[in-house]
Nanobody, 124 residues
Framework: EVQLVESGGGLVQAGGSLRLSCAAS????????IGWFRQAPGKEREGVSC????????YYADSVKGRFTISSDNAKNTVSLQMNSLKPEDTAVYYC?????????????????WGQGTQVTVSS
């Protein structure tokens, strides 16, 4: 059974940092793209960042470029999202997702497996 479990969310002041982790089980990362998405109340789920486990290619939404860094540890089947210089507008539930393929899709509709999400709240 494929499972994705996020951790690392919490409450942080603007300008602070958080590190999210996604632990996967039931499949191996090789040949998958792993993405981070977020959804704020009343808004659509949006792609934040994703990484191809095959060649390490990455994608970042314009809103997080230069502040967030995605990384993958294929041996541990984990993907992390380091979030620096956090802003109140980063507040959302963050989800980890996986899909078969070697590209870096940014649309949530292209992902097959999802975690339950972790709340990130950035206070001003």
């Amino acid at each position: 059974e494929v499972q994705l479990v996020e951790s690392g969310g919490g409450l942080v002041q603007a300008g602070g940092s958080l590190r999210l982790s996604c632990a996967a089980s039931g499949f191996t990362f090789d040949g998958y793209a792993i993405g981070w998405f977020r959804q704020a109340p009343g808004k659509e789920r949006e792609g934040v960042s994703c990484i191809s486990s095959s060649d390490g290619r990455t994608y970042y939404a314009d809103s997080v470029k230069g502040r967030f860094t995605i990384s993958s540890d294929n041996a541990k089947n984990t993907v992390s999202l380091q979030m620096n210089s956090l802003k109140p507008e980063d507040t959302a539930v963050y989800y980890c997702a996986a899909t078969v393929g070697t590209t870096t899709p940014s649309s949530p509709y292209e992902y097959d497996y999802w975690g339950q999400g972790t709340q990130v709240t950035v206070s001003s």
